[in-house]
């Protein structure tokens, strides 16, 4: 009889997430795993012991196509980065004594950079150490940002909900052009990498112009410069739509939020960006007068699971999955990975790589797939991104919404009069 | 033979507008008319001769689906306030030369409360000079704002639209509890009627707890009240979700946005909104010390075509097909309103209102159906919303994205290479 599998989530949630824990717990089941333990709030409230036996939460395959489609972390989420082992031996000690004690022979770990940091490091540990446990990681971040994967579950879906949101804005802005100039400003999620902020550029369709500027946070922003491109596309045409990341930083090195008064940090000590398209729409507004407008996609691009990309959830199921199968075939210490076989149909494999290849390697958009002047992505930038955002996973609708499984409510008490 | 139709689009646009115009088109089709034209920007376009055939654009019947499934205002809308007769004749002369001219036989508007004060002052200039034209008003707004029928087709979708997304920003906040207590605030649309901030609550059912408090516009908004709610959720529990409206006011009458330093008037003088939960975050963030993460819905609650609700979609194509039928029926100076037949199962049935009852009044949340402590609303609430968000309008999708039909761009050439 084999023992257990212990799975974590963490770091910022995406549509997508949940749908890889229901791959490992498939997966973990089918190859005659015992229980298939979750941590909840990842390793931080593991080694508070905080965890439960997915099987009292996962019955039957109902609930495993319900949490497909359930956004955010199941299991509950954490940003707690681990010391260096040679900083504090104490924390590693707990956490080895958990797992001998719930007889885990599988730890999973689904995260982005941050979190293949952790598994680098328990694995780092178990080398030390002798223990028996294998260690692997399981991709996840929408902002497409981990290296040597093609890319990252996650990212597809997020990238769809943009292209989709930013086709309705430019629908909705193009309603109101007559005899009124305006400009609108739409901030996209991620810090240093643009892959998200392209993905708006799918928007550009037989049936929408797409955005007229899109600026990554890869290249140098000039805010002048960027109300000078504004000003010369309003003497052209009466609607204009950029599209801005979060993480733009003028040539001085300074984020265009920090000019609108954004300074704190998080856990890991990344500034907590917001307020972008907000300054930038106030310094249009001032210089050129026109009626402008700011919206901040927030917190909906990674939760959005009723608009999830169908190949990112069976993706995100099938590298769950995959880390299972890799963890029970003897391998510890790798990261699952996404291949791309072929583009033109779209098909992918995955793969296992040594995870400290991966850890804190940033991917940002190659230079080559922005334009000349730094204002729009390439083709073959969209050539990647397209395939990613492809099919429809359907939501199952109860009451007009999109039916979630949850791990905090208990079962509903029909008895009870409705809704009271 | 009967002669022409003509239809606008006016006020902000909503998810199912154009449902309401494939619904004119159909009916003008069916009952005989020649040719349905359509005034590009509302009346304010149409008074500089812009105009189309909608024959030239909806072709066939998959068209029609299509234009069911575009959000904003597929013919461009306006924000134009028609003189008082007695002000400017000018302006009255000048539309019933070109509506002979076109031989216009009825008129149809869609849109709010302005737009219905339109076909009013329309209609009473054609009793005053005994032109032959019959007016009819076709309701719409996202707000629900508008007297006498029981909802406004675009109320639905808008509705249905704030409760996922609320579910969904609930879920993402859920995971990241651990502690570490956060604040939500999630600021709707709804200068005064607080409808849609309401519908946030639908999001409460068996998988959610729904937001812990609500604030409409009906009721004065106490700032350090506020403060102090928040405080005594953070002491029960880690995650604490406030849903308010843009169109909250102090006892002393002033906006909380304005506290936020917004200040610019649209063209009927409304103060433009936003920044209201921006700047509550700040200030739960100041007082109480907490992570704290302000969301505007914007544009898209009024946009996401992509979850329209199906017997939103359905009502507003039946209105649309209604207000020619009773201009086909010899009525003028009427608004087609919704009754509701039947609570349990949801029936509804179209009427006709004199326009003269309907312009400007404007209908809020009653007292009664907000709780006593005025931060939640109640079941005789939802019971009322709840059939509107029934039922899902599949997009139709193309290359993963939804397909909407333009009147902006030419058809598609597929000999040209794909995109570039």
Redesign the interface.
Known sequence: MKGNVLVG?SGG?TAVINASLAGVFKTAKERGYNKVYGM???I??FMDE?YVDLSDHIKNELDLELLKR?????L???RYKLPEIHEDKSVYERIFELLDKLDIEVFIYIGGNDSMDTIRKLFDYSLLTGAKQKFVGCPKTIDNDLAITDHTPGFGSAA?YI???T???I?????????KKNVNIVEIMGRNAGWLTGAAA????????GPDLIYLPELPFDIEGFVEEVKKLLEKKDVVVAVVSEGIKTKEGKYVCEYAGADSLDAFGHIQMSGTAAYLAQVVKNELGCKT?A??L???Q??????A?KIDVDEAFNVGGATVKAADEGSSGVMVVIDRVSDDPYQSATGVYDVHRIANGEKVVPRKWINKAGNYVT?EF?DYV?PL????Y??M??????????I??KN?DWSAPR??
Request: with cysteine; proline share 5%; hydrophobic share 25%.
């Open positions: 989530q949630p909840r709030y990842g931080q409230g905080q359930t956004p955010s972390a199941f509950g989420t954490c769809k292209a989709t949101s086709k309705e804005i629908c909705d802005a193009m309603g109101f052009s007559y005899k799918l928007s550009k369709s037989e049936d929408c112009e407008r919206i901040e927030s917190t909906l990674r939760a959005a699971a009723h608009l990309s083709e969209l397209r955002i492809q099919g429809h359907t939501p609708m109860v009451e007009g919404l999109p039916r979630h499984l949850s905090n409510l509903y809704g009271k």
